[in-house]
């Protein structure tokens, strides 16, 4: 099998699982580390006993042919266009980009280099994503109508160090959190045709509660944080998604979708695996387990009791194989400019002026086997 060196550049508080995952990533090997902070770089390198670089020395690397730019938002298109500059594959940390122009232009220099660009969320190659997409594609809940997706929560700043991102323009619940309920939506129905939305930032400041150099001190909003939209897929569905950082508690599931035949209940899509749920017309709940599957088993978090499957990086071994068996990747480019597209759509939302058209569309993912969920690690 050929393998491929890969590289990291962003060696902060998400490197962690991705350090892990990649090892057992099928013909991946980590190759080194990088960060704009030489110290950041030294601490992974140490800990996962590879060599540290700087970003120069990181792109310049021969025995390196897959950068993950596990960077900020919003610098996330810049990172990635000089990962291409240096003829390497990119794997983005989600969004691909802030701004719709730029982003779109680092894709077009990839496609004009011929090289692979994928993009986080890679959950919708897990278990309960496919599971999920397996009881729509052999028709047991019919065609999808509607359904709901809820993303409610009260921010980050009482456990992530350098919450401040979370609430400037690129932050947000919906440029942070919406790419895995997008892609795992796009993943089970296509693409989204047109939006509507209503957003607020009831909060001006956010005071960090988490351990680490802000504590105690405030972070300034400057991107809305409750924002409910309606999505019109392509095939016709209404989703509506309710997206909010001001929320304490809820009890609404991650995702509801209702079909010509019955209902589903897909798992959190921030996680692998998870129950499924589906009710046949007014028939009780069924579940379905996937905790005994490829990418379903739980795994996370170290140094606790496992309670959840976190596979990050199946979507590097992913584009690695369709490298290796030259067709399309699932997590690709066009994939995650859809979803920029729709994302920006609804934050930039003016109620008064109707819905709006989404520009881009996108090709559903091929459905994914399970010998092909089952080779992406060993
Ligand atoms: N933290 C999470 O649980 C989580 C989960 C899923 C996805 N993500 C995504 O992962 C990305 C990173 O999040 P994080 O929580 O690790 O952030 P972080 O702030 O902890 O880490 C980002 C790292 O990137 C480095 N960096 C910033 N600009 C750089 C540049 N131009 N060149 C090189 N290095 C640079 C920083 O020094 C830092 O070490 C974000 O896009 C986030 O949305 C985070």
């Known amino acids: 099998m050929e393998v491929f060196g890969v590289g990291i550049i962003g060696c902060g508080n998400i490197s962690g699982i991705y350090l892990h995952n990649l090892p057992k990533g099928a013909g991946l090997e980590l190759r080194g580390v990088a960060d704009i902070v030489p110290a950041a770089a030294q601490a992974k390198a140490d800990e996962h006993g590879v060599p540290a670089y700087t970003v120069d020395e990181i792109l310049a690397r021969d025995d390196i042919q897959?950068?993950?730019?596990?960077?900020?938002?919003?610098?996330?298109?810049?990172?990635?266009?000089?990962?291409?500059?240096?003829?390497?594959?990119?794997?983005?940390?989600?969004?691909?980009?802030?701004?719709?122009?730029?982003?779109?232009?680092?894709?077009?220099?990839?496609?004009?280099?011929?090289?692979?660009?994928?993009?986080?969320?890679?959950?919708?190659?897990?278990?309960?994503?496919?599971?999920?997409?397996?009881l729509i594609a052999d028709g047991t809940v019919g065609d999808i109508l509607s359904g709901q997706i809820t993303i409610m929560?009260?921010?980050?700043?009482?456990?992530?160090?350098?919450?401040?991102?979370?609430?400037?323009?690129?932050?947000?619940?919906?440029?942070?959190?919406?790419?895995?309920?997008?892609?795992?939506?796009?993943?089970?129905?296509?693409?989204?045709?047109?939006?509507?939305?209503?957003?607020s930032a009831p909060f001006s400041e956010r005071l960090v509660t988490s351990d680490g150099p802000m504590k105690d001190q405030t972070v300034p909003v400057s991107t809305p944080t409750t924002l409910h939209s309606l999505l019109e897929f392509e095939n016709g569905a209404q989703i509506i998604s309710a997206a909010s950082f001001d929320v304490w508690k809820h009890g609404n599931r991650p995702i509801e979708l209702h079909g010509t035949k019955g209902s589903l209940r897909v798992p959190d899509p921030n996680h692998f695996g998870g129950d499924v749920e589906v009710a046949i017309g007014r028939e009780d709940w069924a579940v379905h387990d996937t905790g005994a599957m490829p990418m379903g088993v739980n795994n996370w978090p170290l140094n606790?009791?496992?309670?959840?499957?976190?596979?990050?990086?199946a979507g590097v071994a992913e584009m690695a194989m369709a490298i290796r068996e030259n067709r399309p990747h699932r997590a690709n480019g066009a994939l995650a400019l859809h979803v920029l597209d729709v994302m920006l759509a609804i934050v930039n939302?003016?109620?008064?002026?109707?819905?709006?058209?989404?520009?881009?569309?996108?090709?559903?993912?091929?459905?994914?086997?399970?010998?092909?969920?089952?080779?992406?690690?060993?």
């Open 304 to 313: 606790k009791e496992f309670d959840r499957a976190n596979y990050r990086a």
């Open 66 to 134: 897959i950068i993950l730019n596990l960077t900020i938002p919003d610098v996330h298109a810049q990172v990635s266009a000089q990962i291409v500059g240096a003829g390497k594959h990119v794997y983005s940390e989600k969004p691909l980009g802030v701004d719709f122009a730029e982003t779109k232009a680092m894709l077009d220099q990839a496609d004009a280099a011929g090289l692979r660009v994928s993009c986080a969320p890679d959950t919708f190659l897990g278990a309960g994503a496919r599971v999920a997409r397996g």
């Open 349 to 378: 939302a003016n109620p008064e002026d109707g819905p709006t058209k989404i520009e881009t569309t996108v090709a559903q993912p091929d459905l994914m086997t399970e010998e092909q969920a089952a080779a992406l690690f060993v």
């Open 153 to 199: 929560n009260h921010g980050h700043e009482h456990w992530h160090p350098n919450p401040g991102f979370y609430y400037l323009p690129g932050g947000g619940p919906v440029m942070d959190m919406l790419p895995y309920y997008l892609n795992a939506l796009i993943n089970l129905i296509g693409p989204v045709a047109r939006v509507r939305s209503v957003n």
